[in-house]
Nanobody, 129 residues
């Protein structure tokens, strides 16, 4: 079964930056639209960004727009989430997932997590002074 692997999390101070990566170990995510969801303690999972298979379409939630940048390098078989100007409320476990529809459109970020597939364990981002 395919599992997408998110990595790159860690601890950072407010205002800092981190870059998360998403790969498909043993395979390729070239043909997948990829979305990032996150879950903070005591909160529902939140869709924050998605990118189409070609990288031509990228969407962000209002909570991260202007601070996060999602990109993909299909030669490297990796999707990157560059996070800047991090805030304490960005503290969460971040998951990269594939929408079951394999589309990235604005409403993808509002879909329930059950409409996603191939998620792995996620990577923890902690923003704290």
């Amino acid at each position: 079964e395919v599992q997408l692997q998110a990595s790159g999390g860690g601890s950072v101070q407010p205002g800092g930056s981190l870059r998360l990566s998403c790969v498909a170990p043993g395979g390729s995510l070239d043909d997948y639209a990829i979305a990032w969801f996150r879950q903070s303690p005591g909160k529902e999972r939140e869709g924050i960004s998605c990118i189409s298979t070609t990288g031509g379409s990228v969407y962000y939630s209002d909570s991260v727009k202007g601070r996060f940048t999602l990109s993909r390098d299909n030669l490297e078989k990796t999707v990157y989430l560059q996070m800047s100007s991090l805030k304490s409320e960005d503290t969460a476990v971040y998951y990269c997932v594939k929408p079951k529809t394999n589309f990235c459109v604005p409403r993808t970020l509002r879909r329930p997590f059950d409409d996603m597939e191939y998620w792995g364990k996620g990577t923890l981002v902690t923003v704290s002074s």
